[in-house]
């Protein structure tokens, strides 16, 4: 099969609707996308990324009028996020109607909607006039594209078309809320803030809850192949390091916004550099930093420490 970059919106609306995959883009990062209504379609997104079916995939809708037709209540705390964020990063785990495949949602009762904010994939959405499932256009646990051709890298020969719509603009996935008696509970941290949600609804959880009840929440994620290991010392420290390594800390006067939008561009570029590990640093663990710290985590694969002066790999638990 051959891979064909496009821009032709049509042309991958009419191979969507006979049932195809697509790679498309959102303003969070590249989509593998299938009609979420198509349950043969859906599992070729799977068999595709080599995901699990375990793991449900997030469904994206233009609007909140559609929600009706897929979802069977929606908490207030759940409006006021929508009116405040949607078209966004924002992604609401809602109970589901019987018109959501169980292949979408690994068979649970619920399902995770969003409202992209793309130009792209808001026309896209319009023509195929059904909901798209699309969780990130490459192999399961690897760095998430931003790109077209980032896309390519990851897929190529594997789909027939990737839809491009330029450089993902947030960078970083959407954050992921469920609802507890209508107080929000993030199952994932991303490009909306927990301090923005609480500006909105008061109270937020965060779970530790090990069932996977939406994406985002497997422990090991958005791996490069060089392992990646996080160090939490002095980093002046790391001139007396012998090894083959890359860095990727966040630059002086960056902001963690501009740091997170190009988080897995930067994971990328280390991880072609062929050193022997990838040396990163956790960020200050608010705001954007959240979601930041979650990727790194999960993309990690140990950590480096300084223990007598002597440096070491301690494997994460």
Not at 5 to 31: D, R
Not at 56 to 77: A, C, E, M, Q
Not at 186 to 194: D, F, K, N, P, S
Not at 216 to 227: E, L, N, R, S, V
Request: glycine content about 6%; proline content about 5%.
């Amino acid at each position: 099969m051959v891979t064909r970059i496009t821009k032709n919106i049509s042309l991958v609306a009419e191979h969507l609707k006979q049932g195809g995959i697509a790679a498309v883009p959102t303003e969070t990062v590249y989509g593998l996308a299938a009609n979420a209504l198509n349950p043969e379609a859906v599992l070729k997104i799977y068999q595709t990324k080599r995901r699990p079916t375990f793991n449900p995939l997030i469904v994206h809708l233009n609007n909140t009028d559609d929600l009706g037709k897929y979802v069977s209540y929606v908490p207030k705390s759940a409006f006021k996020l929508m009116q405040k964020y949607s078209p966004g990063a924002l992604t609401f785990v809602l109970k589901k109607k019987r018109t959501i495949p169980d292949i979408v949602t690994a068979g649970l009762d619920t399902v995770a909607i969003r409202f992209p904010k793309h130009r792209v994939m808001n026309s896209l959405i319009e023509q195929c006039r059904f909901p798209l499932c699309a969780p990130s256009a490459n192999r399961f646990g690897k760095i998430s594209p931003t790109t077209a051709h980032e896309v390519k890298q990851d897929l190529d020969v594997l789909i027939e078309f990737i839809l491009d719509g330029g450089r993902s603009n947030l960078g970083i996935e959407s954050t992921v809320v469920a609802f507890d008696r209508n107080v929000p509970v993030i199952l994932r941290y991303g490009a909306v803030t927990q301090e923005q949600i609480e500006s909105v609804c008061g109270k937020v959880k965060s779970t530790r809850n090990l069932t996977i009840i939406s994406p985002g929440m497997i422990k090991d994620h958005y791996a490069p192949q060089t392992p990646l290991l996080l160090y939490e010392g002095n980093l002046s420290s790391l001139k007396e390091l012998k090894w083959d390594i890359t860095t990727l800390f966040l630059k002086r006067g960056q902001s963690l916004r501009d740091f997170s939008s190009e988080l897995f561009t930067r994971l990328r570029k280390a991880d072609r550099k062929n050193a022997e590990y990838i040396v990163a640093a956790l960020v200050d663990n608010n705001g954007i930093g959240r979601a930041i710290n979650d990727r790194l985590k999960k993309a990690s694969s140990g950590f480096l420490v300084l223990e007598g002066g002597e440096f070491k790999i301690r494997k994460k638990s």
